[in-house]
């Protein structure tokens, strides 16, 4: 069988999920793992020295449990389907010419050296600060954000993370999170269309 892994990252509220979880449901044989998914408990998350809770870091998540799972998904995928009751569907005679697909989406997945080298495709989806941030504050989270957390912790977090990304890592479409989700949907699926097809023209 053969596998193709893309990496859907992102800032927050750009999109990410909603962009991850429609590819996902469109490509056959797909697999979805949310970096979200991975937070560490908040009683360790460690507070800076303005009081805010240190999120948007890679230490605040159980990054060798998601490796694992990804890990996990590249031995078999098809068992890794199954497990998550999905069955595998089958569009060639047989099961080792099949491309099967892991979608990985995260605001830092870019940033995990070990997890970025896995992906063949990289997208970025970017809005603008203001709607940024007025969509984090419609939003309710677990714990809320405190009272200036947004431009106290997430908004430099995300540019000193984007840098570091910017600094280490090729190959990154950037999308324009403010297009239709129909339109960015369309486009991403697409490009990864075209590299399934070189891979099941592949010997």
Not at 5 to 14: H, L
Not at 166 to 171: A, F, H, I, K, L
Not at 189 to 192: A, C, K, L, S
């Given at each position: 069988?053969?596998?193709l892994?893309?990496?859907?990252?992102?800032?927050?509220?750009?999109g990410?999920?909603?962009?991850?979880?429609?590819?996902?449901?469109?490509?056959?044989n797909s697999?979805?793992i949310?970096?979200d998914s991975?937070f560490?408990?908040d009683?360790?998350?460690?507070?800076d020295?303005?009081g805010?809770?240190q999120?948007?870091?890679l230490?605040?998540l159980?990054?060798?449990t998601m490796?694992s799972?990804v890990d996990s998904?590249?031995r078999?995928p098809?068992a890794?389907?199954?497990?998550?009751?999905l069955?595998?569907?089958r569009?060639?005679?047989?099961?080792?010419?099949?491309v099967?697909v892991?979608?990985?989406?995260g605001?830092?997945i870019?940033?995990?050296r070990?997890?970025?080298?896995l992906f063949y495709?990289?997208?970025?989806?970017?809005?603008p600060?203001d709607v940024?941030?007025?969509?984090?504050?419609?939003?309710?989270?677990t714990?809320?954000?405190?009272?200036?957390y947004?431009?106290?912790h997430v908004?430099?977090?995300?540019?000193?993370n984007r840098?570091?990304m910017?600094?280490?890592?090729?190959?990154i479409?950037?999308?324009e999170?403010?297009?239709?989700?129909e339109?960015?949907?369309?486009d991403v699926?697409?490009?990864?269309c075209?590299?399934i097809?070189?891979l099941t023209?592949k010997?």
């Open positions: 069988m053969k596998t892994v893309v990496g859907v990252g992102g800032m927050t509220n750009a990410k999920s909603t962009l991850s979880k429609s590819l996902h449901q469109q490509i056959p697999c979805l949310a970096q991975y560490k408990d009683s360790v998350v460690p507070v020295s303005n805010f809770k999120y948007d870091m230490d605040a159980h990054m060798d490796m799972e998904w590249r078999d098809a890794f389907l199954r497990r998550r009751g069955n595998p569907e569009s060639t005679p047989s099961e080792d010419e099949e099967f892991l979608i990985v989406e605001f830092l870019f940033n995990h070990s997890l970025n080298e495709k990289r997208y970025f989806m970017e809005i600060y940024c941030k007025r969509r984090r504050s419609s939003r309710v989270y714990p809320p954000d405190p009272p200036g947004f431009d106290g908004w430099p977090m995300y540019l000193k840098q570091e910017e600094s280490s890592v090729s190959g479409l950037f999308l999170g403010l297009k239709p989700k339109e960015l949907l369309a699926y697409e490009d990864v075209q590299e097809e070189r023209e010997d």
